[in-house]
């Protein structure tokens, strides 16, 4: 039994930072079908109740530049168990909260989860050699794109037979178990803990003076930012225009992961024949022009929800085409402030992303509602693709390296 209770001192498993990555992603959109029944219950605005996406992507961008650098100074373990105890804990205080202002509290808590995706990417760092360490990083981010798939399909069937209520229990459940996980297969890796915790942070002047890393900032917040204003319109917009239940929403906004995965495929297959730049500007052409079309066809008569999500899926598609390329080259344009680069950037992604969100999820509640989220994302996309352009420009003007 002791043996059995004992704290880890190996290194852990892929499939334990493959679960962490995931219940990180599951954290962010689960709930999503729900979003209408929390805001009835708690008689609460829907835009008050949009911020459990908005505020969370918030305060996890600001998690993102804390998190690494304090795991560089006192170990990979100890905040690993420490976010995911304080994401199971919230996760009680949000099942249980009877009004709108103490779930978006323990909402904001939740956040702490995110320590599974910022750090598993450094243990894996920590363990390997870069090749070796690229091609776990790849089996990991298959999670990324699974999880957002089947994430709102779980969520919109537990609460159809439990209620909202329900999400936050198995959130519960999930970092209870998780922790354990943790605690039996995570053992230290950062052997080499940093002087000085604010370290990291001192590399930052150069990239802000770097106009390529700006421009490929630019691709990645509003690439993303059109997924994270569906996330912060469907669920409005699927009930009131559609009426759809909850189990069908999840299905729907599982779309938009869909296309993500084929969009992936796609760039894994062709990127050393296409280039990144060249699949960034096919990605953004896709994603701007799918809403658009969907637009054109519900004002035209063909007011289907499968319309409506085969918007999602071009954006998912775009954003499939885009995102490899541009994460690779945003910590290509210093290779040694990599890990900074993809701090930083992270940050700033999350940050666009919480900020969209939050302001679709006010403005499409009324009867264009449909036609403000999709033209909201197609806007978001565009602005990537103008940033695809200039970034395509800048590294036309590389000097070789």
Same mark, same amino acid.
């Given at each position: 039994?002791?043996?059995? $209770?004992?704290?880890?001192? *190996?290194?852990? !498993? ?33 835009? /008050? ?8 992507? =918030? ?33 009680? &205080? ?21 320590? &599974? ?19 776990? /990083? ?29 999400? #936050? ?19 230290? $890796? ?18 802000? !003076?770097?106009?390529?890393?700006? &421009? ?26 559609? &009426?759809? *239940? ?13 296309? #993500? ?52 899926? #071009? ?39 919480? =900020? ?34 200039? $970034?395509?420009? /800048? ?7």
């Amino acid at each position: 039994m002791a043996q059995a $209770t004992a704290p880890a001192r *190996t290194p852990p !498993r892929i499939i334990t930072l493959i679960l962490l990555t995931s219940i990180s992603v599951l954290s962010l959109n689960m709930f999503l079908p729900s979003l209408k029944q929390i805001a009835e219950d708690l008689q609460a605005d829907y835009g /008050l109740v949009s911020l459990a996406l908005g505020g969370y992507l =918030a305060m996890s961008a600001v998690l993102q530049m804390i998190l690494g650098p304090l795991s560089d100074r006192i170990g990979r373990r100890p905040v690993m168990l420490a976010g995911v105890a304080v994401f199971a804990l919230a996760s009680v &205080g949000c099942a249980l909260a009877e009004n709108v202002w103490v779930f978006l509290g323990f909402r904001m808590l939740q956040c702490s989860v995110s320590v &599974g995706m910022v750090l598993s990417r450094a243990v894996v760092r920590d363990m390997c050699e870069p090749q070796e360490a690229a091609r776990i /990083l790849g089996v990991i981010g298959t999670a990324m794109a699974l999880a957002p798939l089947l994430g709102p399909v779980i969520g919109g069937v537990l609460d159809e037979a439990f209620g909202w209520r329900s999400n #936050f229990w198995a959130f519960v459940l999930m970092g209870a178990a998780m922790l354990a996980l943790s605690w039996a297969d995570l053992g230290e $890796t950062n052997l080499r803990p940093s002087a000085s915790f604010s370290d990291q942070f001192r590399s930052y002047p150069e990239l802000f !003076r770097a106009a390529l890393f700006w &421009g490929y900032c630019v691709v990645l917040v509003f690439s993303v930012g059109g997924f994270y204003a569906f996330l912060g319109g469907a669920p409005q917009v699927a009930e009131a225009r559609f &009426g759809l *239940t909850p189990a069908l929403l999840g299905i729907g906004m599982g779309s938009i992961s869909a296309g #993500f995965m084929v969009g992936n495929i796609v760039s894994a297959r062709m990127t050393r024949a296409w280039g990144i730049v060249k699949l960034m500007v096919m990605g953004r052409w896709f994603a701007t022009v799918g809403p658009l079309l969907a637009m054109a066809a519900i004002a035209l008569g063909a007011a289907h929800p499968a319309v409506f999500f085969a918007g999602a899926i #071009f954006v998912g598609l775009g954003n499939g085409l885009t995102l490899p390329g541009a994460n690779a080259g945003v910590m290509s344009v210093a290779p040694h402030l990599a890990g900074s680069a993809s701090g930083l950037s992270g940050a700033l992604t999350l940050a666009g992303g919480a =900020a969209i969100s939050t302001a679709v999820g006010a403005l499409v509640a009324n009867a264009f509602g449909v036609y403000v989220l999709l033209g909201s994302m197609a806007v978001t996309s565009f602005l990537g693709l103008l940033g695809a352009y200039a $970034t395509g420009r /800048l590294e036309r003007l590389r000097p070789d390296i």
